[in-house]
């Protein structure tokens, strides 16, 4: 299935395409971002200015060409043509479902959890999935109250290498498609 553009209140995810890592990279490199990674995910501090690139090429191309995976980039309906983090699915994770990234001027005002709904009613209705899993550092307040609000429950504690080079306590949290709607009313 081609990842389709979803809009909700005040966003509009738009499928991820390499047109806009510039644009991505702007915000990318900032370590308050990279250390949320784990080191699969990076082993790039300091942030090489093709970093954003290179994970495309790495990581996202791929799986979005075979339609196995589904990314967006995350724009502002007020600020259609301006791309400033993104969202990621991808099914074949057993313990990371998805990965999420906003940049730091978009930080607090809500978009984090509006976007990561609006994947989510996705994961649900259109790709029939029963559960998501997905997992964040244990320090993340901010990612884990998402979590919490949106239903999830943490189903394990583990502690995995990240991109500062240490290895952290990582959540790893799961909900029902029941759990998730009964959460969002």
């Not at 999830?152 to 959540?171: L, R, S, W």
Request: aromatic fraction near 12%; charge should be negative; proline fraction near 6%.
């Amino acid at each position: 299935m081609p990842t389709p553009i979803i809009e909700t209140e005040r966003l509009i995810l738009t499928p991820r395409c390499e047109e806009e890592n510039a644009q991505l990279q702007l915000y990318f490199n900032d370590w308050d971002i990279i250390k949320q990674m784990s080191a699969g995910d990076t082993r790039m501090w300091p942030c090489p200015p093709d970093s954003v690139q290179r994970l495309w090429d790495i990581v996202l191309k791929q799986g979005m060409e075979e339609d196995r995976w589904h990314g967006w980039s995350l724009r502002l309906k007020s600020d259609p043509d301006h791309a400033f983090g993104q969202i990621v699915l991808i099914p074949e994770d057993q313990e990371d479902e998805r990965g999420f990234w906003i940049g730091r001027p978009y930080w607090g005002k809500g978009y984090a959890n509006e976007a990561k709904i609006a994947m989510t009613k996705f994961w649900f209705e259109a790709l029939h999935k029963p559960s998501l899993t997905v997992k964040c550092r244990a320090d993340n307040s901010g990612s884990n109250r998402i979590q919490e609000k949106q239903g999830f429950e943490v189903i394990k504690t583990m502690n995995e290498p990240y991109a500062d080079g240490e290895t952290h306590q990582t959540n790893i949290w799961r909900v029902s498609k029941e759990n998730f709607y009964e959460a969002i009313k």
